[in-house]
């Protein structure tokens, strides 16, 4: 279950980051850029509790448009992946913008514009591809900090994850259950960044030569 929420929240993050970070490098300084850094800001800022409380409030006791606990439907993970994925949405927007912008104005850039490729072109075969791999290794990592994030997201809406077995765990002081959690999560940490170290000779094959 934890790590389905997980991969959830890992979707959502990417599916609106990206957008967001590649319109922003793409309009510097503009109403949209500033618009970006303030969504981007307030996602890192605001606290997964706290938020998680917010979107039950909201949605699940006011507008009764969401449950605010369980997990029997899919309507019960919108919620929480909301709740995990904000952070990283921040994170990742301003990685995108930050990096493309950093790219954009490389000389291999000006060349390809230079031999009549459209910016469409230059963005999808050039710009983006050269800057995955910083991307790439901050979801990683975030993917590990998902799970960590879980332990206080599944407790705020009882999903049954080992983050809320491993907070019974604690207050039942069921030590052996604890330690097999955390070196659950552990082992899960390091096989996601193993995942993302082979992934790197896809994303740039010059990795191969090192």
Known sequence: ATAKLAATAMVLAL???????ILAALRPRS????????ISLVGQSVPSFWLGIMLILVFARQLRWLPSSGSSTWEHMILPSITLAMPLIGILTRLVRSGLMDVLYEDYIRTARAKGLSNRTVL????????LIPVVTVIGLQLGNLLGGAVITETVFAWPGIGR?????IFQRDYPLV???????????IFINL??????VYIDP???LK
């Open 195 to 200: 995942l993302v170290d082979i992934s790197y």
């Open 165 to 169: 077995l491993l907070v019974d765990a």
């Open 15 to 21: 599916v609106v980051s990206f957008p967001l970070g």
């Open 206 to 208: 010059r990795i191969k």
């Open 124 to 131: 999808q075969r050039h710009a983006m591809r050269n800057m």
């Open 31 to 38: 109403l949209l850029d500033r618009f970006v850094s303030v």
């Open 179 to 189: 330690q097999a959690s955390i070196l659950f999560i552990t082992a899960s940490f």
